[in-house]
């Protein structure tokens, strides 16, 4: 072996290191891909060291106390984001998780399942910035009591025959923990019991099974697999991989009992499709027809609202299935084990009997909001009010004025025909998002209305602030002509605020970011858009409604900054050409809706 190289995330590390031959390089991470196809042009046999701590073992020894945290995190500000999914694609990370917002679906990072990896801070995207040195308070926020007492005892499932238990959940979110404790409270209990998890080839993010199996003794469990519709209770952590075909194939709808947590976690499908639909009501009706007795709740809200972390969602399931007499091991044995585990015993016990209350008097918790957030439905009237008042905020009154008109056209055109609103609220929505294209002025605009401090303010106390910008006037290009973003300290908001005085000068000759072809681009795209929807009114009829929404919708699919929108505007330039030539005699073509489901 004459190449030898290493890839790590720390190349400073190695300066110390003694007794490395001298023909072995070290690169940064960052120069993997460029490595990789160094080697592959590399005659005869070539070793590539990848060296970096598994991210499930790093959060594990930091929650420990066995290594110091990391001094950084990242956050990212909804209102800049534009739900391009590039943070995803450049991180392959699942904290870096949806939200549903008025305007769309955004990003935003879980700071409960977080490694700091930072790698999410490469996408392309102006909505990122790094805390250094900054206290995490998110988690130190005032929680709801939790009243526990006078719940009753449930009759707990008799040993006389092997009882089966089957977690599902998603690596690195403390599946296999709390099945091991289950599993140790039926050994503090003097009864036998396995646990058995099958993670797959990648543990974080990945889909997980637990096998739990109890009994008296142990030479009653044969073996540490649930055999094939032998469950007698399921506890759903995640929807996603209850509704695969490994978990229901260990289902049987006369015997098990299956208990969810509503709320569906991100998969790896999120990360490949930025649109992904997280159809919570279809998984529940696949897993419904394989139980005898079914129940699903938001565990994951309940979760963040009572202790301000998402971690305890599988605790708080663990609780809820031992109070519908489903888990043969005592509340004394559970409670035991959870000391034993010795990682925040008191709140660990704490969200089990959480778990207990949502099963028996769920009228005693707090109502939890939706942590992928929730949408107040709105009028048509009042969604081109709310969208006319951030016109306003974007430019000036002229500028709302020419949307507002724009609207009162095609609901015209729309009552005329008597097709409803479906149209009229189609052309509110995006017609706002191409008059709203986020220029340097409205990116510093939306750092310094305040929202964001305010968001900042909840989770963070001091540190440093560092924002990861790609200026187009300033910025260097890679080897692919795209822009390379910079790191600014927090000087910037300064500029920001400076910055956003000068939105007067949108459209104007004199405003030197408007010559660049990005902002070239976005207004003809906006002028095509309103120009395009005077067409639609020209030939709607009851027949061609469909293709009309459709063909209005098609910014949907515009989304990011810089290079990412230019391929998402050329991609819906393809779609948007199609459906014209079906226009104003064709119908919209169908297309097909796939369930997210593990394999």
Known sequence: VETIVIVTEDPVRYAAVKGLPRRVRIYDRADLDKVQ????????????????????????????????????????????????????????????????????????????????????????????????????????????????????????????????????????????????????????????????????????????????????????????????????????????VAAGGDALNLMDAERTAAYANSDVTPTSEFIRDRSKKFESDLLSARVKRQASDFATFDAEALAILYFNEAIYTNMIMAGYAWQKGQVPVSLRGIYRAIKLNGVKADDNMAAFDLGRIAA????????????????????????????????????????????????ERVIAAETEIGTGERLSEAVARYAYKVMAYKDEYEVARLWTDGRFDAYLAKKFKGGKITYHLAPPLNSKKDENGHLKKKSFGPWMKTGFKILRRFKWLRGTRFDPFGWTAERKLERKIRDQYIDNVDRLLAGLTVKNLDLAVAIAEIPDGIRGYGHIKEDAIALSAEKESELWQHWPHGTLPKSTTTLIAAA
């Not at 990242?74 to 990370?93: A, F, M, P, R």
């Not at 805390?131 to 998110?138: K, L, P, Q, R, S």
């Not at 939890?368 to 949408?375: L, S, T, V």
């Not at 439905?377 to 969604?383: A, C, H, I, M, V």
Request: with cysteine; proline share 6%; net charge neutral.
């Open 360 to 407: 028996y008097d769920p009228e005693r918790l707090e109502t939890a909001k939706d942590p992928r957030g929730h949408i107040q439905p709105k009028t048509l009237q009042e969604l081109i009010a709310d969208r006319v008042t951030r016109l306003k905020g974007y430019q000036n009154g002229a500028y709302a004025d020419r949307y507002h008109a724009l609207m």
């Open 37 to 240: 196809r160094q080697l592959r042009e590399t005659p005869g046999v070539s070793v590539l060291i990848y060296d970096q701590i598994c991210a499930t073992e790093k959060r594990r020894r930091s929650k420990r106390g066995l290594r110091a945290p990391d001094r950084t995190r990242v956050l990212i500000n909804t209102e800049v984001c534009e739900g391009c999914g590039d943070c995803s694609i450049k991180s392959n990370c699942l904290s870096v998780e949806p939200v549903e917002t008025e305007l769309g679906r955004k990003r935003r990072v879980n700071q409960s399942t977080c490694n700091t990896d930072l790698s999410c801070v490469n996408g392309f995207c102006p909505s990122f910035i790094t805390v250094t040195d900054g206290e995490f308070t998110a988690a130190d926020e005032p929680r709801p009591d939790i009243d526990a007492t006078n719940l009753p005892l449930p009759d707990t499932p008799s040993l006389e025959r092997v009882w089966n238990v089957l977690f599902t959940g998603v690596g690195g979110t403390g599946v296999t923990t709390v099945a091991a404790i289950l599993a140790m409270g039926a050994h503090v209990d003097g009864h036998a019991a396995s646990s058995l998890d099958m993670t797959g080839l990648a543990q974080k993010g990945g889909p997980v099974l637990s096998h739990l199996r109890f009994a008296r003794t142990p030479e009653m469990i044969s073996t540490g697999r649930v055999p094939p519709a032998s469950t007698n209770c399921m506890i759903a952590c995640d929807l996603v």
